[in-house]
């Protein structure tokens, strides 16, 4: 039988953890959203780093013509850089066939240390595609939850178990303790994701520093339906899917 | 207004977290389940500690007459200790007035990441007398779960949810995303503890090495109704409480 595991913080993922596993990494507030949508704006590419100065030396390398710095520390936009990390900049103007690179406190930095593998990217604005592509797969999954500095976070927990609920039920797939759990966490708050996201600790920092709209477009269920995919440094969408 | 919050995982605990708050250690299976049983069968104290030599060394230079060496490795008795980890192996005959050196895989190895501080422990067993005393305490609180080598474990989350249900509602305690999760996992699940020990990894695992009566003995709301104190390195009854 298929089995689900859901790693709640980065920190619970041990060395070697993950090997023969489908991987899915998760951060709805907001890398997450803010790379889907960017794929769907037409962006080329992204390539997530873990610090500022190698994102710095990265665009350098690549050339700034076609080349654009993103990211935050803190939620807000790095200084120097072109775009922040919220979704709603990532406009068709600002990023059509642009290189991205990424820089965020969270998600980037949970991906570019998963370097050798190929890792699906989800948030609630692109969950089905990443469910109708596991289900096209066969094999073990581990959901990695990018969290917020290093620990849990509510919203990528309830991304988690709702990607988890939609592989199936019992009879088709084993959970782990993780996996039961954003399940249960899924089900309590399915029908109130925005009012979940504005309640997440994330949330509710975003919402002060003037992102509120960013938590409404990162609660719309497949708002931006392409499959991010990142392989050897760099994220595009998965074309078969 | 007061905080709760709950590490879901040991690596949710980053540098520096803790300070300023009152600090609550779980590890439903088993060893919280262990050390208040113990304590109830008058043992005089338990010395936790993290690796077998430091629990042999321990042992030896306290003098082995009224010292017993207590611990497992994946759920089975320490070759040469005297007690494995299953609480019902702690009756009065064995350990009253002993000294206890207690080696386990999840929660000594926690307690004795915690020596600067005061920790009380908390299982199912003594919900009730952990949050009498934090009740009756002013100040922000931190349950930090034990875990399953290091990841997340239902059976934890759900004891901490329950003990951050039991400091009261929205009104008087602001909780961490954690706190948030585990208090509906907790709500979830409160009808029916020994079927969630049961489904979760950690007790399935329990229950195929025989340990099934563990799970029975660790569901049991109030059963041991001790409030243990980790201070200087020893584990002993709050006798106020």
Redesign the interface.
């Known amino acids: 039988m298929r089995r689900a595991s859901l790693?709640?913080?980065?920190?619970?993922v041990?060395d070697g953890i993950l090997q023969g596993h489908l991987l899915v990494a998760i951060d709805v507030l907001r890398a997450s959203t803010t790379i889907c949508q960017a794929l769907v704006a037409g962006a080329r590419d992204i390539l997530p780093v873990a610090e500022i100065e190698e994102a710095k030396r990265l665009a350098e390398s690549l050339g700034r013509e076609n080349t654009l710095l993103c990211g935050e520390r803190e939620g807000r936009i790095i200084p120097g850089f072109d775009l922040g990390n919220s979704p709603l900049e990532y406009t068709p103007e600002k990023v059509k066939d642009k290189t991205l690179v990424m820089c965020t406190t969270n998600g980037t930095a949970l991906l570019s240390r998963l370097r050798e593998a190929e890792v699906y990217v989800a948030g609630f604005v692109n969950v089905g595609a990443v469910i109708r592509r596991l289900g096209s797969l066969k094999g073990d999954v581990a959901f990695l939850c990018a969290g917020?500095?290093?620990?849990?976070?509510?919203e990528d927990?309830v991304c988690g178990g709702m990607l988890v609920a939609g592989l199936g039920g019992r009879r088709k797939v084993r959970l782990?303790?993780?996996a039961?759990?954003g399940k249960?966490?899924y089900k309590?708050f399915a029908k109130n994701l925005l009012g979940m996201l504005q309640?997440?600790?994330?949330g509710a920092y975003l919402t002060g520093l003037g992102f509120g709209q960013d938590l409404e477009f990162a609660s719309r269920t497949d708002a931006c339906p392409v499959l991010p995919v990142f392989r050897e440094g760099r994220i595009t969408i998965k074309e078969s899917c």
């Open positions: 790693f709640l913080s980065p920190g619970d041990a917020l500095l290093g620990q849990f976070s509510l927990a782990s303790d993780g039961v759990a249960l966490l309590r309640a997440s600790h994330h």
